[in-house]
């Protein structure tokens, strides 16, 4: 696959098929993502793989949460909302055969004090968002 192909057929998936995931994609998916430029080469990112039963359902109650907490706060209608908790809650959407949790260690840093927080901070966000970028673009390959 070349990589326009990759680009231009990624979609945003939100029903997953209940299958196994192979711990030799796994392994390719965080091997693209570590690939990744970062600010000032700290590679201050943190990768989880959440496979078990119980950690799957616990992120899948937190995204959830997260969605319908956003479209309230959107000013979604509670219609529509109720719609929303049925397809996530009956219809299994977001229910993933494993999540990939990308994490940011704030104690790796290139600048020491108070005064550059926000800006490791924003490094920190564009080096994970690159990796996750790679992470996506990965995943469409396999």
Same mark, same amino acid.
């Given at each position: 696959?070349?990589?326009? *192909?990759?680009?231009?057929?990624?979609?945003?998936?939100?029903? #997953?098929?209940?299958?196994?995931?192979? !711990?030799? %994609?796994?392994?390719?998916?965080?091997?693209?993502?570590?690939?990744? &430029?970062?600010?000032?080469?700290?590679?201050?990112?943190?990768?989880?793989?959440? %496979?078990? =039963? $119980?950690?799957?359902?616990?992120?899948?109650?937190?995204?959830?949460?997260?969605?319908? $907490?956003?479209?309230?706060?959107?000013?979604?209608?509670? @219609?529509?909302? !109720?719609?929303? /908790?049925?397809?996530?809650?009956? @219809?299994?959407? #977001?229910?993933? &055969?494993?999540?990939?949790?990308?994490?940011?260690?704030?104690?790796?840093?290139?600048? %020491?004090? @108070?005064?550059? *927080?926000?800006? !490791?901070?924003?490094? =920190?966000?564009?080096?994970?968002?690159?990796?996750?970028?790679?992470?996506?673009? /990965?995943?469409? @390959?396999?």
């Amino acid at each position: 696959m070349e990589l326009g *192909d990759a680009i231009f057929t990624r979609t945003s998936v939100r029903y #997953y098929q209940e299958r196994e995931v192979e !711990e030799e %994609k796994i392994k390719e998916l965080i091997e693209a993502a570590i690939r990744a &430029p970062t600010a000032s080469g700290l590679e201050n990112w943190l990768f989880v793989i959440f %496979k078990s =039963s $119980e950690a799957k359902k616990k992120v899948y109650e937190l995204i959830a949460k997260g969605m319908i $907490e956003y479209y309230q706060n959107f000013g979604l209608s509670e @219609e529509k909302i !109720e719609k929303l /908790k049925k397809r996530i809650y009956e @219809e299994k959407m #977001y229910r993933a &055969p494993l999540y990939i949790g990308v994490f940011m260690n704030k104690n790796v840093r290139f600048l %020491k004090g @108070e005064k550059f *927080d926000l800006l !490791e901070f924003v490094w =920190s966000v564009e080096s994970a968002a690159m990796a996750i970028q790679n992470l996506m673009l /990965k995943a469409v @390959e396999l």
